[in-house]
């Protein structure tokens, strides 16, 4: 290689390193990370983005932070650990975000808050449910959402006081995944209800010889947990339904991933889908606030749907790092953590969030305690979640127990 | 009846995987290549039922879903043909260099554009397509869905046609001969151009067909044929690359072992975590006892 080539080569290279220094200065860029593509839950990933984008506008309408636009580098990351990982250093290095929200799966958030870690940029956790992510104790990380001992320790009690004798779980091999297995293990069994698990490959697209070895298990299996995202958790209950397994009046079934809130819920699993249990973390308008309002509105003017608890986590997520900014009167890190852990009470979509800086049990740490939880029931075809009856907690509960179906 | 019902899925299953397999097996007795762009041919025939049927349905045609099913085909067919032509026949004609090494970079581009094109232009989420045959069929205790069992008994027809096309018909035994010598076939006066193009679109549209009939079954998005891809690969290593009669056998001994391994493994909570692991366990023993597979040729050094 001669010496000018290899000076071009360094003159190109100059060129991408100093052109987004000198772009940086009159924007404020927030990271999203969101699985848009598969095999990541992509509706999921979808209305995280569109919630963020909402923030975003507001934000830049009501004159921005500190004097500057808001800028949202969106990256997606696939549902894929190692994609999680490249995106943040793309997101931290290249792009020169003060802080990162999002992501929608708990493997992929346990690789980029490694990144986060390192090099000491807020990452606020939008839909990632598995303990170990607030467990780990990074002072970088927050959690707006519940976490799997949070929800499916009070949704296992639901499930003993309801009456059910048999639980069957399958779940995905992802943290959150087994996650799942391991919570409902650790509190039915202990409260003596029975408890059959498997773990799959997330990829997995024919669960008929599990499912069939489930129809004969004695005592006959009476609730299944579907513990898969994207197409598996589809098409889990589409093959359940098929061989007359769930949701029939024997068995009930719960989509535990969110797969089950979005419209094309409906468009893959067709009648399966009535009576099909949910657990979404935040309902639009419950409990009403002003921001749920504002936002439920602004929602639906943009994209001609009513928004889930995805696309209020991800207008939450934006938001809270805004409210750090305004509170710091900075952008950087280390106030901005500061911000987040002792300063910030902001009410969002669902309520007024808070971070606790209680570490025991260890998963408590930086999560918002009060997050609202919900199990719902869809009664009718294409029922939007919004309007499916809520079986839990009983302060909003719709109808008094679990809707038998009628075959 | 627990083990009949299995027996049944997995019978399902295995016609089902025969199906994209021969179209595999087929291309790489004729072309002598492996088509790494073969799970998105079956992403292709499955996005091309979708759209025909749903059109087919609104402007309610004849018999709207086999007519959709039979045109997606012919599509992907036609479209095997074009890549053929415009990929591959240069460089066998032109006798390239390092050939066998040009058509794995081919090939592995074509499926890495298909799968990056299908993204945007259809959007990353999962879709179904109409299934011919919906509802479930009970005979006693055993529940069979019915978009399985439609899909199954089309598949086999197919097969069905396929054999007879093979082994009855002039041009089948044409392809057959390119397969076995193309030397000598040419000789005899069959173009070995010709039939390449036809081993690949016949090949392609095998996989079409299989993505429109595995659509309905187990949804359509820009990424479903990578799994079963790599399923067709195991299966023909296991019949012996090339084999006809090897991989229909292949493709069932594949679905057996999945179907049975995932619930008589001693360990029930972990037996469904290895379904992927059983094929590939499969595919290491083959390699090690029996690389040429199970009805393949071994190799005749000189």
Redesign the interface.
């Known amino acids: 290689m001669g010496f000018k080539s290899l000076a071009m080569i360094l003159g190109v290279f100059m060129l991408f390193v100093v052109m987004p220094g000198a772009h940086a200065e009159d924007v404020v860029k927030i990271g999203i990370v969101a699985p848009l593509s598969a095999p990541g839950g992509v509706e999921t990933g979808q209305a995280l983005v569109d919630g963020a984008k909402i923030a975003a506008e507001e934000l830049n309408q009501s004159g921005g932070l500190l004097g500057k636009k808001v800028e949202l580098v969106i990256g997606d990351t696939s549902g894929v650990p190692e994609k999680g990982t490249a995106v943040m250093e793309r997101m931290v290095t290249h792009d020169k975000v003060v802080a990162v929200g999002g992501e929608a799966h708990s493997s992929v958030t346990m690789a980029e808050m490694e990144v986060a870690h390192r090099y000491n940029i807020p990452l606020v956790i939008s839909e990632a449910w598995a303990d170990e992510i607030t467990a780990k104790g990074y002072p970088e990380v927050f959690r707006l959402t519940v976490c799997n001992s949070l929800i499916y320790s009070k949704a296992a009690k639901w499930i003993k006081d309801s009456g059910f004798k048999h639980v069957a779980v399958i779940g995905e091999n992802s943290d959150w995944g087994m996650g799942v297995i391991k919570v409902f293990k650790d509190n039915l069994m202990a409260a003596g209800v029975k408890v059959t698990s498997f773990s799959a490959e997330r990829t997995t697209t024919d669960f008929t010889p599990q499912l069939l070895q489930l129809k004969s298990a004695s005592p006959p299996v009476d609730f299944l947990v579907d513990g898969f995202t994207g197409a598996g958790e589809l098409l889990m209950i589409k093959q359940a339904y098929e061989l007359g397994l769930a949701p029939t009046k024997n068995c009930a079934l719960l989509g535990a991933g969110m797969d089950t809130l979005y419209p094309g819920f409906w468009d893959t699993v067709g009648e399966a889908g009535v009576y099909v249990l949910s657990n979404p973390a935040g309902l639009p308008g419950i409990p009403k606030t002003e921001t749920s309002e504002k936002f439920t509105q602004l929602f639906k003017d943009k994209f001609q749907r009513e928004p889930d608890a995805v696309a209020m986590e991800g207008y939450d997520t934006v938001m809270v790092i805004a409210e750090a900014i305004k509170l710091s009167g900075s952008t950087a890190s280390k106030e901005l953590i500061d911000a987040m852990e002792n300063k910030l009470s902001w009410l969002g979509t669902r309520g007024t969030i808070t971070f606790s800086k209680e570490k025991n049990p260890p998963w408590a740490y930086h999560l918002w305690m009060d997050v609202p939880v919900f199990i719902i029931q869809y009664t009718e075809f294409k029922q939007d979640p919004s309007k499916a009856a809520i079986l839990w907690p009983e302060e909003y509960a719709t109808v008094e127990s679990y809707i038998q179906p009628p075959k | ?2 083990m009949l ?2 027996l049944v ?1 997995a019978l399902v ?1 295995g016609t089902l995987y025969a199906l994209m397999s021969l179209g595999l097996s087929l291309i790489f007795g004729v072309l002598k290549l492996v088509n790494f762009a073969h799970g998105e041919s079956l992403m292709v025939g499955g996005y091309l039922y979708l759209f025909l049927a749903s059109f087919f349905l609104s402007h309610s045609c004849g018999l709207p879903l086999p007519l959709a099913l039979i045109t997606s085909m012919a599509a992907v067919f036609v479209f095997g043909l074009i890549l053929e032509r415009l990929f591959l026949r240069s460089a066998y004609e032109r006798k390239t260099a390092r050939y066998d090494e040009y058509v794995i970079l081919v090939t592995f581009t074509l499926g890495i554009f298909l799968q990056n094109l299908a ?1 945007p232009l259809f959007g ?5 397509a109409p299934a011919i045959f919906t509802g ?1 069929i009970k005979i006693g205790d055993l ?1 069979i ?3 399985r069992i439609s899909a199954a008994v089309i598949a086999f027809l197919i097969i069905a046609l396929l054999l007879f096309f093979l082994y009855r018909t002039y041009l089948g035994k044409g392809l057959r001969a390119v397969a076995q010598n193309p030397d000598a076939a040419s000789i005899l006066g069959i173009s070995v151009a010709r039939m390449r193009g036809m081993a690949f679109g016949i090949g392609i549209s095998l996989a079409g067909v299989a993505g429109a009939l595995l659509g309905p079954i ?2 359509v ?3 479903m044929g990578v ?1 079963f891809a790599i399923k067709a690969f195991v299966i023909v290593v296991l019949g012996g690359m090339g084999s006809i009669k090897g991989t229909i056998i292949g493709a069932f001994i594949l679905a057996m072992v999945e ?2 391994g ?2 008589l493994l001693p360990d ?6 290895y ?2 692991a059983y094929g590939l366990l499969l595919l290491i023993l083959t390699l090690l006892f029996r690389p040429q597979g199970l009805f393949g040729e071994k190799e005749r050094r000189a």
């Open positions: 009846m627990l019902a299995q899925n299953i993204l990353p989420y999962n879709r179904q479930r529940v869905a019915g978009d187990f949804l998005n820009p990424g799994p179907n049975f995932s619930i029930p909570t972990r037996a469904l975590a379904k992927d």
